[in-house]
């Protein structure tokens, strides 16, 4: 039998429903059903229908796309989402993930104005993780900067890989804002690499989420790294679309995104040395 020449890891794509705004969590189940993504990761955020389990349970029946990761609403536009207290907000990302069949919460690690949960914020996601067979995936994040100044606004770090995680996601939106190095980052990050927020990004002070090839990341090599070490995580297309000019427009960045993400995940696997004759 002929050895393959491609390797394509387990990995599914899938498509957050924030790739869409700013329409609805709805027109993402829409939008993810017509171009063949694998599943969807839900933004918990100020639409009605991204908080609603039920409504979330129907649409995904319907368009025959399953949820396959929860992002918990850990932004400033979603302080008050699903409550004021974060360890709820937690709480309720997981049992949402639960109920819904998904196997990932996103989290972001805390602000740091938000002084008690940084600090129990690493033993209580191990705590939260051994109740529970869903991933808690730490997001790596950025400093904020204005002009030359730079503010760290997340503790215990934006950079995750010096906390000790069980799970993390990578964003290389947020490492380009970051400017490091997205590929030494899940070196770092190793086999609790759990997680890939595939957007892109030119170092901007932003954070530009571009369409994967648009940018200066190492889009291609992550993927291409990620079928040779047989990666059986969520690849989540998380990109910013709000300046389509129209849905058509939108739609073409989502199938672009999908394509270069399903090309570069397939990678060359490796031929067998030849054994020298006799």
């Given at each position: 039998m002929a050895e393959p020449v491609v390797r394509i890891p387990d990995a599914k794509v899938a498509l957050s429903t924030a790739s869409v705004y700013p329409e609805s969590t709805a027109t993402a189940f829409e939008i993810a059903a017509r171009l063949g993504y694998d599943g969807v990761e839900v933004m918990v955020w100020t639409d009605p229908v991204s908080q609603d389990i039920e409504a979330l349970r129907r649409l995904s029946d319907y368009h025959q796309v399953p949820i396959l990761a929860v992002h918990a609403p850990c932004l400033l536009i979603t302080q008050r989402v699903w409550s004021t207290d974060p360890w709820t907000k937690l709480q309720r990302a997981q049992a949402a993930a639960e109920r819904?069949?998904?196997?990932?919460?996103?989290?972001?690690?805390?602000?740091?104005?938000?002084?008690?949960y940084a600090k129990d914020f690493v033993t209580g996601i191990w705590r939260m993780a051994d109740e529970t067979d869903v991933r808690f995936a730490v997001e790596n994040m950025y400093p904020w900067r204005y002009k030359d100044r730079?503010?760290?606004?997340?503790?215990?770090?934006?950079?995750?890989?010096?906390?000790?995680?069980?799970?993390?996601?990578?964003?290389?939106?947020?490492?380009?804002?970051?400017?490091?190095?997205?590929?030494?980052?899940?070196?770092?990050?190793?086999?609790?690499?759990?997680?890939?927020?595939?957007?892109?990004?030119?170092?901007?002070?932003?954070?530009?989420?571009?369409?994967?090839?648009?940018?200066?990341?190492?889009?291609?090599?992550?993927?291409?790294?990620?079928?040779?070490?047989?990666?059986?995580?969520?690849?989540?297309?998380?990109?910013?679309?709000?300046?389509?000019m129209s849905a058509a427009e939108r739609e073409a960045d989502l199938a672009e995104a999908l394509a270069f993400t399903r090309l570069h995940l397939a990678s060359a696997a490796p031929r067998p040395s030849r054994v020298p004759r006799p």
């Open positions: 819904l069949g998904a196997s990932t919460v996103v989290v972001h690690p805390p602000f740091r104005w938000q002084r008690q730079e503010m760290l606004a997340y503790a215990p770090e934006w950079d995750v890989t010096k906390g000790d995680y069980r799970h993390f996601t990578v964003d290389l939106s947020h490492t380009a804002t970051a400017r490091t190095d997205a590929l030494a980052m899940i070196d770092r990050m190793g086999d609790r690499l759990g997680h890939v927020h595939l957007a892109d990004g030119k170092g901007s002070a932003k954070d530009e989420h571009l369409v994967p090839g648009r940018g200066t990341q190492p889009c291609a090599e992550l993927l291409e790294r990620l079928a040779l070490t047989g990666f059986d995580g969520h690849v989540v297309i998380e990109v910013n679309t709000r300046r389509a």
